[in-house]
């Protein structure tokens, strides 16, 4: 099987112009293929979330050229952009922010809604999904009655329900209890594996980054090293935690034990 590059990244530099100007990216390449499952790390500050910005086509480079899914979005305007995002693009973050008027299924076929799809095949994509996401019981559910799992888990259905081609993440389990976090990295695996759904999620906990197929990690806008997973999690874990105990600015890492 060939695959293909869904997200190419070439000489990608960010400057953010303020009152300070501030390289946040320099020359940075990165290249995704259809169907991997990939890891973002860095100390704070290093331009992950600039990173995820870009390839997500929220902001544009200062210099270099970015593709995603076959298109440059410098060549788009907004509004071709917006509509870029929602057909191909899912969205997951630490701060969940589902809308609390809305039942849990309200939340999730939002996106669908928008679109103007029919009511039979939103109803089909629904049963489909929440299955998958072990959440048919509590569809009625408005947000303040979820877990902090049952809560990222309908904000992964909500990111789910177009079927975006790409899922980007930034610290989705960042706010979560370790077996919630759990949940969240099995159902984000199972959906990679099952739907071929690349994802690329910026995390700064070892444990996630061990259930990707690679982790990319930068410093200071820059590549720094890439690992790729092998047979075994535990060995993935263990070589994630020597490249970031060579990366520096991360807390002492020696009591982190993959659970
Ligand atoms: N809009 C902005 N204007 C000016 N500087 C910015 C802006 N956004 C980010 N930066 C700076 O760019 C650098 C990279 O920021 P970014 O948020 O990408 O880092 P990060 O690796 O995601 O950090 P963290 O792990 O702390 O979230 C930081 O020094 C940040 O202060």
Redesign the pocket.
Known sequence: MTLNKIVELKEVTKI?E?KVM?R?LNRLDFEAMEGEFIAVM??????????LNLISTIDLPTYGQISVSGVEPELLSQNELALFRRRNLGFVFQDINLLQMLTVEENIVLPLTLDGLPLEEMEERIAELTGKLDLSKILERRPDELSGGQAQRTAIGRALIHKPKIILADEPTGNLDSKSARDVLELLSFINETEGTTIIM?T?DPIAASYCDRVLFIKD?EFFNEIYKDERRQTFFQRILNVLSLLGGHHDLSSVRLP
């Open positions: 953010y303020g501030h946040a860095g100390p704070s500050g290093s331009g992950k979330t600039t990173l910026v700064h806008g």
